[in-house]
Protein backbone atom coordinates (compact mmCIF):
# COMPACT_ATOMS: atom_id res chain seq x y z
CA UNK A 1 0.00 0.00 0.00
CA UNK A 2 1.11 3.36 -0.61
CA UNK A 3 -0.99 5.35 1.45
CA UNK A 4 0.22 7.56 4.52
CA UNK A 5 -1.97 7.10 6.72
CA UNK A 6 -2.18 9.05 9.68
CA UNK A 7 -0.56 7.52 13.37
CA UNK A 8 -3.37 7.07 16.13
CA UNK A 9 -2.64 8.12 19.07
CA UNK A 10 0.25 6.91 21.12
CA UNK A 11 -1.37 4.81 23.37
CA UNK A 12 -2.46 2.96 20.21
CA UNK A 13 0.82 2.85 18.66
CA UNK A 14 1.96 -0.67 20.32
CA UNK A 15 0.38 -3.75 20.23
CA UNK A 16 -3.21 -3.49 20.30
CA UNK A 17 -6.31 -6.12 21.60
CA UNK A 18 -9.89 -6.33 20.75
CA UNK A 19 -11.67 -8.24 23.30
CA UNK A 20 -15.45 -8.88 24.31
CA UNK A 21 -16.71 -8.15 20.86
CA UNK A 22 -18.77 -10.24 18.22
CA UNK A 23 -16.43 -10.49 15.52
CA UNK A 24 -17.55 -11.42 12.06
CA UNK A 25 -15.45 -13.63 10.08
CA UNK A 26 -15.78 -14.35 6.62
CA UNK A 27 -17.71 -17.39 7.37
CA UNK A 28 -19.49 -16.64 10.89
CA UNK A 29 -19.64 -14.25 14.25
CA UNK A 30 -17.62 -15.33 16.85
CA UNK A 31 -15.99 -13.83 20.57
CA UNK A 32 -12.59 -13.69 20.03
CA UNK A 33 -10.40 -11.35 20.89
CA UNK A 34 -8.17 -9.83 18.27
CA UNK A 35 -4.49 -8.54 18.39
CA UNK A 36 -3.00 -5.83 16.40
CA UNK A 37 0.71 -4.77 15.90
CA UNK A 38 2.45 -3.00 13.18
CA UNK A 39 -0.37 -2.28 11.26
CA UNK A 40 -1.84 -5.68 10.80
CA UNK A 41 -4.00 -7.89 12.48
CA UNK A 42 -1.17 -9.91 14.57
CA UNK A 43 -3.63 -13.17 15.35
CA UNK A 44 -6.92 -14.32 16.29
CA UNK A 45 -7.03 -15.54 20.25
CA UNK A 46 -10.13 -18.04 20.83
CA UNK A 47 -9.28 -19.48 24.50
CA UNK A 48 -9.10 -17.26 27.43
CA UNK A 49 -6.43 -18.56 28.50
CA UNK A 50 -4.44 -17.54 25.41
CA UNK A 51 -5.70 -13.81 25.80
CA UNK A 52 -4.73 -13.59 29.20
CA UNK A 53 -1.14 -14.87 28.16
CA UNK A 54 -1.18 -11.99 25.29
CA UNK A 55 -2.11 -9.69 27.77
CA UNK A 56 0.93 -10.33 30.55
CA UNK A 57 2.98 -10.93 27.56
CA UNK A 58 2.37 -7.69 26.56
CA UNK A 59 2.22 -5.05 29.64
CA UNK A 60 1.99 -1.80 27.48
CA UNK A 61 -0.98 -3.00 25.15
CA UNK A 62 -3.36 -0.75 24.39
CA UNK A 63 -6.85 -2.60 25.27
CA UNK A 64 -10.06 -1.93 23.48
CA UNK A 65 -13.45 -3.63 25.12
CA UNK A 66 -15.81 -3.48 22.38
CA UNK A 67 -18.62 -4.43 24.96
CA UNK A 68 -20.80 -6.98 22.81
CA UNK A 69 -20.60 -4.69 20.03
CA UNK A 70 -20.19 -5.91 16.61
CA UNK A 71 -16.15 -6.21 14.89
CA UNK A 72 -16.32 -6.17 11.10
CA UNK A 73 -13.67 -5.43 8.76
CA UNK A 74 -13.48 -1.92 7.76
CA UNK A 75 -16.10 -1.13 4.37
CA UNK A 76 -14.64 -0.59 1.39
CA UNK A 77 -16.53 1.50 -1.10
CA UNK A 78 -15.92 0.97 -4.70
CA UNK A 79 -18.29 3.57 -6.25
CA UNK A 80 -19.32 6.93 -4.04
CA UNK A 81 -19.47 10.39 -5.80
CA UNK A 82 -20.56 12.11 -3.07
CA UNK A 83 -17.32 13.93 -2.79
CA UNK A 84 -19.00 15.82 -5.68
CA UNK A 85 -21.58 17.29 -3.26
CA UNK A 86 -19.11 18.23 -0.96
CA UNK A 87 -17.58 20.25 -3.66
CA UNK A 88 -20.45 22.18 -5.21
CA UNK A 89 -23.32 21.66 -2.49
CA UNK A 90 -25.70 23.82 -4.52
CA UNK A 91 -25.35 25.08 -8.34
CA UNK A 92 -22.36 27.55 -9.14
CA UNK A 93 -21.01 27.31 -5.49
CA UNK A 94 -17.75 25.47 -5.57
CA UNK A 95 -16.09 25.49 -2.82
CA UNK A 96 -11.75 24.95 -2.13
CA UNK A 97 -11.10 21.45 -3.54
CA UNK A 98 -8.50 20.57 -0.35
CA UNK A 99 -11.02 21.76 2.23
CA UNK A 100 -13.25 19.91 0.01
CA UNK A 101 -11.60 16.24 0.43
CA UNK A 102 -10.30 16.36 3.77
CA UNK A 103 -13.74 17.39 5.37
CA UNK A 104 -15.08 14.49 3.41
CA UNK A 105 -12.85 12.21 4.55
CA UNK A 106 -12.76 12.52 7.71
CA UNK A 107 -16.86 11.81 8.17
CA UNK A 108 -16.36 8.50 6.12
CA UNK A 109 -14.62 6.68 9.34
CA UNK A 110 -18.30 7.54 10.81
CA UNK A 111 -19.65 5.41 8.99
CA UNK A 112 -17.38 2.40 8.69
CA UNK A 113 -15.59 3.47 4.97
CA UNK A 114 -11.83 2.69 5.37
CA UNK A 115 -11.49 2.28 1.60
CA UNK A 116 -13.20 4.81 -0.86
CA UNK A 117 -12.87 4.60 -4.22
CA UNK A 118 -13.74 8.32 -4.77
CA UNK A 119 -15.93 8.28 -8.26
CA UNK A 120 -15.19 11.48 -10.25
CA UNK A 121 -16.76 11.40 -13.75
CA UNK A 122 -14.86 12.63 -16.95
CA UNK A 123 -17.62 13.33 -19.70
CA UNK A 124 -21.30 14.54 -20.13
CA UNK A 125 -20.12 17.76 -17.73
CA UNK A 126 -24.11 17.18 -16.39
CA UNK A 127 -23.26 18.02 -12.77
CA UNK A 128 -20.04 19.36 -11.13
CA UNK A 129 -18.06 17.27 -14.02
CA UNK A 130 -15.92 19.08 -16.12
CA UNK A 131 -12.71 18.24 -17.12
CA UNK A 132 -10.72 21.00 -15.80
CA UNK A 133 -12.36 19.90 -12.13
CA UNK A 134 -11.52 16.54 -12.59
CA UNK A 135 -7.94 16.78 -13.19
CA UNK A 136 -8.07 18.80 -10.32
CA UNK A 137 -9.54 16.39 -8.02
CA UNK A 138 -7.66 13.65 -9.57
CA UNK A 139 -4.45 15.27 -9.12
CA UNK A 140 -5.13 16.45 -5.26
CA UNK A 141 -5.95 12.80 -4.35
CA UNK A 142 -3.10 11.19 -5.73
CA UNK A 143 -0.80 13.74 -3.86
CA UNK A 144 -2.97 13.87 -0.58
CA UNK A 145 -2.64 10.01 -0.43
CA UNK A 146 1.15 9.79 -0.10
CA UNK A 147 1.54 12.72 2.70
CA UNK A 148 -1.08 11.59 4.62
CA UNK A 149 -4.31 9.71 4.93
CA UNK A 150 -7.57 8.93 7.71
CA UNK A 151 -8.31 6.15 5.29
CA UNK A 152 -7.51 4.87 2.13
CA UNK A 153 -8.21 6.90 -0.35
CA UNK A 154 -8.79 5.56 -4.23
CA UNK A 155 -9.12 6.78 -7.22
CA UNK A 156 -12.14 5.72 -9.47
CA UNK A 157 -12.41 6.94 -12.52
CA UNK A 158 -15.89 7.48 -14.42
CA UNK A 159 -15.77 7.82 -18.16
CA UNK A 160 -18.58 8.66 -20.63
CA UNK A 161 -17.89 6.68 -23.63
CA UNK A 162 -18.89 9.29 -25.91
CA UNK A 163 -16.68 12.69 -24.50
CA UNK A 164 -14.27 11.91 -27.29
CA UNK A 165 -11.74 14.41 -26.05
CA UNK A 166 -11.28 12.56 -22.58
CA UNK A 167 -9.75 9.78 -24.48
CA UNK A 168 -5.95 11.29 -23.81
CA UNK A 169 -7.03 12.07 -20.00
CA UNK A 170 -8.08 8.26 -19.47
CA UNK A 171 -4.81 6.94 -20.92
CA UNK A 172 -2.10 9.28 -19.44
CA UNK A 173 -3.96 8.20 -15.88
CA UNK A 174 -4.28 4.60 -16.74
CA UNK A 175 0.03 5.31 -18.09
CA UNK A 176 0.84 6.30 -14.72
CA UNK A 177 -1.29 4.58 -12.63
CA UNK A 178 -2.97 7.59 -10.95
CA UNK A 179 -6.71 5.73 -10.63
CA UNK A 180 -7.16 2.92 -9.40
CA UNK A 181 -10.79 1.45 -11.04
CA UNK A 182 -12.25 2.56 -14.30
CA UNK A 183 -15.93 2.23 -15.44
CA UNK A 184 -17.14 3.07 -18.77
CA UNK A 185 -20.72 5.33 -18.96
CA UNK A 186 -23.04 6.25 -21.74
CA UNK A 187 -25.47 8.61 -20.58
CA UNK A 188 -26.58 8.60 -23.65
CA UNK A 189 -30.44 9.05 -24.17
CA UNK A 190 -32.75 5.95 -25.49
CA UNK A 191 -30.79 3.21 -23.40
CA UNK A 192 -29.22 2.53 -19.81
CA UNK A 193 -30.23 4.45 -17.45
CA UNK A 194 -32.46 6.89 -19.62
CA UNK A 195 -33.82 4.23 -21.48
CA UNK A 196 -37.15 5.70 -20.97
CA UNK A 197 -38.60 8.70 -23.59
CA UNK A 198 -38.07 11.79 -22.46
CA UNK A 199 -36.35 10.89 -19.37
CA UNK A 200 -32.45 12.52 -20.02
CA UNK A 201 -34.28 15.60 -21.32
CA UNK A 202 -36.28 15.74 -17.83
CA UNK A 203 -32.89 14.97 -15.98
CA UNK A 204 -30.90 17.49 -17.48
CA UNK A 205 -33.42 20.21 -17.23
CA UNK A 206 -34.26 19.94 -13.39
CA UNK A 207 -29.90 19.76 -13.00
CA UNK A 208 -29.07 22.37 -15.32
CA UNK A 209 -31.71 24.63 -15.59
CA UNK A 210 -32.21 24.82 -19.21
CA UNK A 211 -34.97 25.07 -21.40
CA UNK A 212 -36.77 22.83 -24.10
CA UNK A 213 -34.58 24.49 -26.87
CA UNK A 214 -31.25 24.09 -25.22
CA UNK A 215 -31.96 20.91 -23.66
CA UNK A 216 -32.46 19.86 -27.30
CA UNK A 217 -29.29 21.25 -28.48
CA UNK A 218 -27.39 18.79 -25.69
CA UNK A 219 -29.47 15.83 -27.15
CA UNK A 220 -28.52 16.30 -30.23
CA UNK A 221 -24.62 17.25 -29.72
CA UNK A 222 -24.74 14.13 -27.63
CA UNK A 223 -26.36 11.56 -30.16
CA UNK A 224 -23.41 13.18 -32.95
CA UNK A 225 -20.83 12.59 -30.38
CA UNK A 226 -22.26 8.65 -29.70
CA UNK A 227 -21.76 7.63 -32.87
CA UNK A 228 -17.92 8.72 -33.24
CA UNK A 229 -17.34 6.64 -30.39
CA UNK A 230 -13.90 4.45 -30.98
CA UNK A 231 -14.98 0.79 -30.02
CA UNK A 232 -11.73 -0.20 -30.89
CA UNK A 233 -9.57 2.56 -28.90
CA UNK A 234 -12.01 1.86 -25.66
CA UNK A 235 -10.67 -1.92 -25.89
CA UNK A 236 -7.09 -0.49 -26.21
CA UNK A 237 -7.99 1.12 -23.06
CA UNK A 238 -9.50 -1.78 -21.64
CA UNK A 239 -6.22 -3.62 -22.23
CA UNK A 240 -3.93 -0.65 -20.47
CA UNK A 241 -5.96 -0.86 -17.54
CA UNK A 242 -5.83 -4.92 -17.24
CA UNK A 243 -2.05 -4.64 -17.80
CA UNK A 244 -1.82 -2.22 -14.61
CA UNK A 245 -4.03 -4.50 -12.33
CA UNK A 246 -6.98 -1.93 -13.01
CA UNK A 247 -10.14 -3.44 -12.52
CA UNK A 248 -12.83 -2.26 -15.29
CA UNK A 249 -16.57 -1.44 -14.51
CA UNK A 250 -19.89 -1.53 -17.00
CA UNK A 251 -22.42 1.15 -15.81
CA UNK A 252 -26.16 1.36 -15.52
CA UNK A 253 -26.16 -1.57 -18.04
CA UNK A 254 -29.69 -2.94 -19.33
CA UNK A 255 -29.71 -5.75 -22.03
CA UNK A 256 -27.71 -9.16 -22.36
CA UNK A 257 -25.67 -7.32 -25.64
CA UNK A 258 -24.43 -4.34 -23.60
CA UNK A 259 -22.99 -7.51 -21.04
CA UNK A 260 -21.80 -8.83 -24.11
CA UNK A 261 -19.94 -5.65 -25.16
CA UNK A 262 -18.50 -4.68 -22.04
CA UNK A 263 -16.82 -7.97 -21.22
CA UNK A 264 -15.33 -7.52 -24.73
CA UNK A 265 -13.58 -4.71 -23.48
CA UNK A 266 -12.67 -6.78 -20.65
CA UNK A 267 -15.20 -5.20 -17.60
CA UNK A 268 -14.99 -7.30 -14.92
CA UNK A 269 -17.81 -5.43 -12.44
CA UNK A 270 -21.01 -4.88 -13.69
CA UNK A 271 -22.33 -1.71 -11.71
CA UNK A 272 -26.20 -0.98 -11.26
CA UNK A 273 -27.56 -3.29 -13.85
CA UNK A 274 -31.37 -1.99 -14.75
CA UNK A 275 -32.79 -4.88 -14.70
CA UNK A 276 -33.00 -8.35 -13.00
CA UNK A 277 -32.34 -10.42 -16.51
CA UNK A 278 -29.52 -8.35 -17.50
CA UNK A 279 -28.05 -8.56 -13.96
CA UNK A 280 -28.45 -12.45 -13.80
CA UNK A 281 -26.79 -12.88 -17.28
CA UNK A 282 -23.52 -10.83 -16.01
CA UNK A 283 -23.31 -13.51 -13.45
CA UNK A 284 -23.39 -16.37 -15.60
CA UNK A 285 -20.75 -14.43 -17.80
CA UNK A 286 -18.41 -14.60 -14.93
CA UNK A 287 -18.85 -10.81 -13.73
CA UNK A 288 -19.07 -9.33 -10.62
CA UNK A 289 -22.58 -7.29 -10.21
CA UNK A 290 -22.55 -3.94 -7.86
CA UNK A 291 -25.57 -2.49 -6.02
CA UNK A 292 -26.61 0.59 -4.46
CA UNK A 293 -26.93 0.24 -0.59
CA UNK A 294 -29.20 3.26 -0.86
CA UNK A 295 -31.61 1.37 -2.71
CA UNK A 296 -31.32 -1.58 -0.04
CA UNK A 297 -32.50 1.53 2.76
CA UNK A 298 -34.75 2.85 0.57
CA UNK A 299 -36.59 -0.74 -0.45
CA UNK A 300 -36.36 0.81 -4.27
CA UNK A 301 -34.23 2.17 -7.37
CA UNK A 302 -34.25 6.08 -7.33
CA UNK A 303 -34.82 5.92 -10.80
CA UNK A 304 -37.68 2.75 -10.75
CA UNK A 305 -35.15 0.47 -12.41
CA UNK A 306 -34.13 -2.75 -10.13
CA UNK A 307 -34.71 -3.20 -6.53
CA UNK A 308 -31.17 -4.73 -5.77
CA UNK A 309 -32.81 -6.87 -2.50
CA UNK A 310 -34.37 -8.62 -5.41
CA UNK A 311 -31.04 -9.31 -7.36
CA UNK A 312 -29.44 -10.72 -4.00
CA UNK A 313 -32.24 -12.80 -3.03
CA UNK A 314 -31.15 -15.13 -6.06
CA UNK A 315 -27.18 -14.30 -6.10
CA UNK A 316 -27.50 -12.17 -8.74
CA UNK A 317 -25.48 -9.57 -6.77
CA UNK A 318 -22.93 -9.71 -4.39
CA UNK A 319 -21.39 -6.37 -3.98
CA UNK A 320 -22.76 -3.28 -2.21
CA UNK A 321 -21.39 0.51 -2.96
CA UNK A 322 -22.47 3.57 -1.40
CA UNK A 323 -23.06 5.60 -5.08
CA UNK A 324 -23.94 8.84 -3.92
CA UNK A 325 -24.49 8.41 0.45
CA UNK A 326 -22.11 7.23 2.52
CA UNK A 327 -24.01 5.99 5.65
CA UNK A 328 -26.13 3.65 3.61
CA UNK A 329 -23.46 1.59 3.34
CA UNK A 330 -23.16 0.19 7.17
CA UNK A 331 -27.09 0.41 7.73
CA UNK A 332 -27.91 -1.85 4.35
CA UNK A 333 -25.78 -4.57 5.34
CA UNK A 334 -27.58 -4.88 8.67
CA UNK A 335 -30.85 -4.41 6.97
CA UNK A 336 -30.07 -6.99 5.08
CA UNK A 337 -29.60 -9.27 8.07
CA UNK A 338 -32.09 -8.07 9.62
CA UNK A 339 -34.69 -8.69 6.94
CA UNK A 340 -33.34 -12.61 6.49
CA UNK A 341 -32.01 -11.72 3.35
CA UNK A 342 -28.58 -12.57 3.47
CA UNK A 343 -27.03 -13.66 7.41
CA UNK A 344 -24.50 -10.74 8.77
CA UNK A 345 -21.23 -12.54 7.43
CA UNK A 346 -22.20 -12.90 3.96
CA UNK A 347 -23.91 -9.15 4.23
CA UNK A 348 -20.56 -8.13 5.46
CA UNK A 349 -18.97 -9.62 2.55
CA UNK A 350 -20.68 -7.83 0.08
CA UNK A 351 -18.99 -4.57 1.76
CA UNK A 352 -15.72 -5.78 2.46
CA UNK A 353 -14.32 -8.91 0.77
CA UNK A 354 -16.38 -9.16 -2.34
CA UNK A 355 -15.07 -5.76 -3.46
CA UNK A 356 -11.41 -5.85 -2.72
CA UNK A 357 -11.57 -9.20 -4.27
CA UNK A 358 -13.36 -7.73 -7.52
CA UNK A 359 -10.66 -4.87 -7.63
CA UNK A 360 -7.65 -7.09 -6.49
CA UNK A 361 -7.11 -5.97 -3.11
CA UNK A 362 -7.96 -9.42 -1.10
CA UNK A 363 -4.47 -10.53 0.17
CA UNK A 364 -4.58 -7.01 2.09
CA UNK A 365 -7.87 -6.17 2.71
CA UNK A 366 -11.32 -7.32 3.35
CA UNK A 367 -11.80 -9.80 6.24
CA UNK A 368 -10.08 -10.24 9.53
CA UNK A 369 -7.66 -12.52 9.07
CA UNK A 370 -4.40 -12.80 10.60
CA UNK A 371 -1.33 -10.91 8.30
CA UNK A 372 -3.75 -8.67 6.56
CA UNK A 373 -3.72 -4.76 6.90
CA UNK A 374 -5.54 -4.13 10.38
CA UNK A 375 -8.35 -1.97 8.96
CA UNK A 376 -11.66 -2.80 11.48
CA UNK A 377 -14.67 -1.10 12.67
CA UNK A 378 -16.76 -1.87 15.75
CA UNK A 379 -20.62 -1.21 15.40
CA UNK A 380 -23.26 -0.97 18.12
CA UNK A 381 -26.91 -0.35 17.91
CA UNK A 382 -29.35 1.74 18.53
CA UNK A 383 -33.23 0.92 17.83
CA UNK A 384 -31.95 -1.45 15.60
CA UNK A 385 -29.89 1.12 13.75
CA UNK A 386 -25.77 0.52 13.66
CA UNK A 387 -23.67 3.19 14.06
CA UNK A 388 -19.72 2.93 14.79
CA UNK A 389 -17.85 3.38 18.02
CA UNK A 390 -14.52 2.69 16.80
CA UNK A 391 -13.04 2.67 13.64
CA UNK A 392 -9.38 1.78 12.53
CA UNK A 393 -7.31 1.97 10.06
CA UNK A 394 -3.37 0.26 9.10
CA UNK A 395 -4.06 -0.23 13.36
CA UNK A 396 -4.38 3.37 14.44
CA UNK A 397 -7.27 4.32 16.10
CA UNK A 398 -8.97 7.11 13.94
CA UNK A 399 -11.92 7.51 15.45
CA UNK A 400 -14.30 6.64 18.32
CA UNK A 401 -16.97 7.79 19.79
CA UNK A 402 -18.60 9.02 23.42
CA UNK A 403 -22.25 8.83 24.33
CA UNK A 404 -23.55 9.81 27.61
CA UNK A 405 -27.01 8.79 28.40
Sequence with gaps: MDDKLLSGSESASGPVMIKNGQVVLEDRITHVALTLAGGRIQSILEEPRSIEDW??????AFIIDANQSYVLPGLIDIHCDAIEKEIQPRPNT???????LI???RKL????????YHSL????????????LLTEMVELIDRYRTKRSVVRNRIHLRYEVSHLAGLPIVERYLR?????????MDHSPGQGQYRKPGSFERYVMKNQGVDHNEVHAIVDDLAKRREQVDWGRLNVLGNLALQNGIAIASHDIDSRESIDQSASLGVKVCEFPINLETASYAVGRGLRVCVGAPNIVRGASHDNNLRAVDAISIGAADILCSDYHPSSMLAAVFKLADEGIAALPQAVRMASLHPAEALGTEDELGSIKPGKAADLII??????????THAIVGGSIVYSACIRY
Design 109 to 116: PLHGITTM
Design 55 to 60: VRRNPQ
Design 103 to 105: EFE
Design 176 to 184: NKQIHYLSF
Design 379 to 388: VDRYEKLPWV
Design 94 to 100: LFPLPMA
Design 121 to 132: SLGVGLSLRGDH
